[in-house]
């Protein structure tokens, strides 16, 4: 997988982006709310499954 956010030619798109992140967080109010993350004995399956290797 190659990342395309780096490159110059979608620098416009990518803060386009950016800015309907921040306008989303701002009208649900959902900077207020953080996300937790799991107890470390709920990790994902695919997490578990690259660990037993």
Avoid: I, S, Y
Avoid at 12 to 35: I, P, S
């Amino acid at each position: 997988m190659k990342n395309l956010a780096g490159q110059p030619t979608f620098a416009g798109e990518v803060e386009r982006h950016r800015n309907l992140l921040v306008e989303w967080n701002r009208l649900t109010a959902e900077d207020k709310h953080a996300v937790k993350p799991p107890p470390k004995n709920q990790r994902n399956k695919t997490q578990q499954k690259k660990n037993r290797k």
